[in-house]
C-alpha cells in the first residue's frame, strides 16, 4: 500500500510539473468555481451537502447492492443480487446504511465544498507570480483534489460504518456502530481504509470540482433581428 501511495504521488507531481510547462487555456471562474461578493459564505457548503444527501438516498439500493456484489463469491449479476437482497431481507434491506450514508455526504460534501476556494487560493499563491491572475487549470485540478481527499480523510469512519452495515453487520443505532468499531480498533480502527479511500476521492474530486468550477470565456450573444411592428407603414405597390 505504501509502495502504491509513493507512485501516486510521484505520477501526480509528474503531471502537475508537465501541466505548469505546457500553455494553459484561458478559463474564467463560472457560478461554480469563484463566489459572488454578495453570496453568504455558506450557501455553497450547505447546497452541496443537501444535494448529495438527495443524491445518495435515491442511489443507495444501488450502493447495497454493488457491497453485496463485492463480498459474495459467486455474483449474480447486478439485478440478480438485488432481487436476492429483496427475498431475503424485504426492499427496505436496500436502504440499508441509510444514516451513516447520509451523515457521510451532509459532512463530506460540505467540508470539500467550503476548502475548496481557500485550497485553491493557496495553490494560486504558492505557483503563481501574478496575485490577479486567474487560476489555471492545473491549479484546480490540484485544489479539487487535496479538497477531496481531505474531505474524505475527515468524515472516513462514516464511510467505514456504512459499508459494514451495508455488508450484512447489525447494530443497534449508527452510535453503537461507531462504539463496536472504536472497542475492536480503537481510534485508528475508525479510518481503516482511509488511504485508498483518499486517493480515489482525490482522482474524482480532481476532474469533478475542477470542470465545475472552469468555463471558456462566454462569447457575445449574437444581435438580435428586429421584428417589423405593427406600426410600420406599409410598402406601396411596385409600380405596373
Known sequence: MRTMSFRVAVLLLAASANARSLPQP????SAGGAARKDEHPLIRPVSGGLASCTAEICTLPIDRTKVMMQIATDSKGLVGTMRNVIEKEGAGALFKGAKPALLRQASYQSIKMALYEPIRDAVMRATSDDPNADPTLWQMILAGGIAGAVGT???S???LVKVRMQSGASYDSVSAAFADVYKDGGLTGL????????QRSFIVNAAELATCAARPPARPAPPRRRRPTTDSPARAPPDA
Open 191 to 198: 479510518w481503516a481504509g482511509w488511504v485508498p479511500n483518499c
Open 153 to 155: 480523510f475527515l468524515t
Open 26 to 29: 484561458t478559463l474564467t471562474a
Open 157 to 159: 469512519p462514516t464511510d
